[in-house]
T-cell receptor, first 113, second 113 residues
Framework: DAGVIQSPRHEVTEMGQEVTLRCKPI?????LFWYRQTMMRGLELLIY????????DSGMPEDRFSAKMPNASFSTLKIQPSEPRDSAVYFC???????????FGEGSRLTVL | DAKTTQPNSMESNEEEPVHLPCNHS???????IHWYRQLPSQGPEYVIH???SNVNNRMASLAIAEDRKSSTLILHRATLRDAAVYYC??????????????FGRGTSLIVHP
């Protein structure tokens, strides 16, 4: 298995632009997590899905952030409009069951100018 | 609320054992203790997990206190490649509650040659 796949690996954009980050979880995993990591705040959970259904989105910073999981093999995290303070590394992780081992992708490094 | 407490940083010399502590005094009876590590510029990776008994694998050993309120990740012989941030988190059993897998700041391990 290729593991959790995220794209793009790097994104540089200007303030106000829409950003879409993508994640393909490991096949057969039914839980998916989006995290954001910054030096200031560490690794923060934004949202997680179980069986494609959002379970907890209390970590989503504000309405500019949205996440979808249209099927078991794909999820997106969208920021519209983006702001410089959104600059961070965004990680996607999946697990085979709710309490299971988490497998992380390599992350998407976002820079908003 | 990470629900676990770890020292901010620790230092070790190469080839020496390292004991990384974690406090999880509010752990419930069905929660597993998971350890992850994050190498520079990579996503977190799973290291080991346990419930009550001590556990060993090719990467490390995990010693869990009898009252389960604390645990220690043991690297038997530190190498320069073990320099990373180490996180301990609680994970519910598959049949347990589904709470957010929260990562605190972790412990930054510095390994001196």
């Amino acid at each position: 298995d290729a593991g959790v796949i995220q794209s793009p690996r790097h994104e540089v954009t200007e303030m106000g632009q829409e950003v879409t980050l993508r994640c393909k979880p490991i096949s057969g995993h039914n839980s998916l997590f989006w995290y954001r990591q910054t030096m200031m705040r560490g690794l923060e959970l934004l949202i997680y899905f179980n069986n494609n259904v959002p379970i907890d989105d209390s970590g989503m910073p504000e309405d500019r952030f949205s996440a979808k999981m249209p099927n078991a093999s794909f999820s997106t995290l969208k920021i519209q409009p983006s702001e410089p303070r959104d600059s961070a590394v965004y990680f996607c992780a999946s697990s085979a069951q709710q309490g299971g081992e988490l497998f992380f992708g390599e992350g998407s490094r976002l820079t908003v100018l | 609320d990470a629900k676990t407490t770890q020292p901010n940083s620790m230092e070790s010399n190469e080839e020496e054992p390292v004991h990384l502590p974690c406090n999880h005094s509010t752990i419930s009876g069905t929660d597993y203790i998971h350890w992850y590590r994050q190498l520079p510029s990579q996503g977190p990776e799973y290291v080991i997990h346990g419930l009550t008994s001590n556990v060993n694998n090719r990467m490390a050993s995990l010693a869990i206190a009898e009252d389960r309120k604390s645990s220690t990740l043991i690297l038997h012989r530190a190498t320069l490649r073990d320099a990373a941030v180490y996180y301990c988190i609680r994970r519910p059993s598959a049949s347990g509650g589904s709470y957010i897998p929260t990562f605190g700041r972790g412990t930054s391990l510095i390994v001196h040659p």
